[in-house]
């Protein structure tokens, strides 16, 4: 069946850093590819999305690229801020079903 | 506040005991989706709804497990003869679904079980 594999956390960063989640997928055809964030008692929000290969998802400085041909769709940010601590996870969309990996705990230090 | 709203937000329980969570999704959305977190995993989807029409029920529903959305609106979710492996994070999502296309499903913030 469909999964999705992402980096284990918990990330450290400090203020400003790069970062890279790392997530891959197992599909057959090409689902919706999804990042959502869960930032602390709050729930999951939906972070960015791409819908077909090659499409770049990006919200709030955020950026992902849905690569087919690496089953790949890592989150990247350029200089993260300490409001970014959060759990990310990767998803996808099967049959209006969303499947989750297991979640990459971010914490960015000031 | 239009968001997805859970109650209880927390809910402690004896084994064996019968639970009982609702969920109010967005007013103008059809369709209504149940998933379970547990510590350190990412959510598993359970089951979902159709305006009052349950669609799908995930193997992990088991015969414990019952959902309704009687007049498709707001959604209970009932375990009875509830068991440690129960606890989790239950969480609830709704979303618009138009014809031939799939709505962006807005999550609520979750009732967290807890069988002692």
């Known amino acids: 069946g469909d999964s999705v594999t992402q980096m284990e956390g918990p990330v450290t960063l400090s203020e400003e850093a790069f970062l890279t989640i790392n997530c891959t997928y197992t599909?057959?055809?090409?689902?919706?590819l999804f990042w959502y964030v869960q930032y602390p008692g709050e729930g999951l929000q939906l972070l960015l999305k791409a819908t077909k290969a090659d499409d770049k998802g990006s919200n709030k400085g955020f950026e992902a690229t849905y690569r087919k041909e690496t089953t790949s769709f890592h989150l990247e940010k350029g200089s993260v801020q300490v409001s970014d601590s959060a759990v990310y996870f990767c998803?996808?969309?099967?049959?209006?079903?969303?499947?989750f990996g297991k979640g990459t705990r971010l914490h960015i230090l000031p | 506040d239009t968001g997805v709203s859970q109650n209880p937000r927390h809910k402690i329980t004896k084994r064996g005991q019968n639970v009982t969570f609702r969920c109010d999704p967005i007013s103008e959305h059809n369709r209504l989706y149940w998933y379970r977190q547990t510590l350190g995993q990412g959510p598993e989807f359970l089951t979902y709804?159709?305006?009052?029409?349950?669609?799908?029920k995930s193997r992990l529903l088991s015969d414990r497990f019952s959902a309704e959305r009687p007049k498709g609106s707001f959604s209970t979710l009932e375990i009875q003869r509830t068991e440690q492996g129960d606890s989790a994070m239950y969480l609830c999502?709704?979303?618009?679904?138009?014809?031939?296309?799939?709505?962006?499903?807005?999550f609520g913030p979750g009732t967290r079980l807890t069988v002692l």
């Open positions: 999502a709704s979303s618009l679904v138009l014809a031939g296309g799939a709505g962006e499903q807005f």
């Open positions: 998803a996808l969309n099967r049959d209006d079903k969303i499947i």
């Open positions: 599909a057959t055809g090409y689902p919706s």
């Open positions: 709804f159709q305006n009052e029409a349950q669609l799908e």
